[in-house]
């Protein structure tokens, strides 16, 4: 009876910890999954940094599968930087002049609580004998793989009249681009080098 209970005030938290969680996940900027991440470090080319996206989550992959999904991109170049959204029913271009660039910035977020909800799933499973330490086990194991598709980078400018723009992207088996912090700790530090090249 007691074990019952416990496993229902469990459930009932977690429940309340997804509502929490993907409520304030909520964005006016997008999360993305980098379907190209292209540098020059050399600098010279035409097209420095080109980095290019598609929603996160499964349905938009399929969208992009069947080439109805927004493409995100951006573009770096020798004089301007470009961010683009392109959809079925149009695009928008946001073009920024170097000159105008006085700020970059680079994020790392981690879901750290879901890591704290996978310890006490497992230590509750070694507590509770029986039939809930698989179920509990298993809440443990999906908590773990939720923190680590739940990592997310963000990279982004301000410019000088204090506008931010920018993206936000989280790592992805499926398309096989690894990005990590210091490739896009690297992105913005490029960014910065070709803007006071320009200056």
Do not use: C
């Amino acid at each position: 009876m007691i074990a019952s209970s416990f496993l229902s005030l469990i459930i009932y938290f977690v429940i309340f910890f997804f509502i929490a969680y993907f409520i304030n996940r909520k964005s006016k900027v997008p999360f993305l999954v980098m379907t190209k991440y292209d540098l020059d470090e050399s600098l010279e080319g035409e097209t420095i940094i080109h980095l290019v996206g598609r929603r996160a989550g499964f349905f938009s992959w399929i969208m992009h599968k069947l080439n109805i999904s927004n493409r995100y991109e951006l573009i770096l170049k020798q004089d301007e930087l470009n961010f683009e959204e392109r959809s079925m029913f149009g695009e928008e271009i946001i073009s920024i002049p170097l000159d105008s660039i006085s700020e970059t910035r680079t994020g790392h977020t981690k879901p750290l609580l879901l890591i704290f909800l996978a310890i006490i799933f497992f230590i509750s499973g070694l507590l509770l004998a029986g039939s809930y330490t698989v179920i509990l086990f298993v809440l443990g194991v999906i908590f773990v793989i939720v923190y680590f598709f739940g990592k997310a980078l963000s990279i982004s400018v301000r410019t000088r009249g204090g506008s931010v723009i920018g993206i936000k992207f989280k790592p992805s088996f499926i398309e096989g681009i690894s990005v990590d912090i210091n490739r896009a700790i690297r992105t913005t530090e490029i960014i910065r080098e070709v803007v006071r090249k320009r200056s």
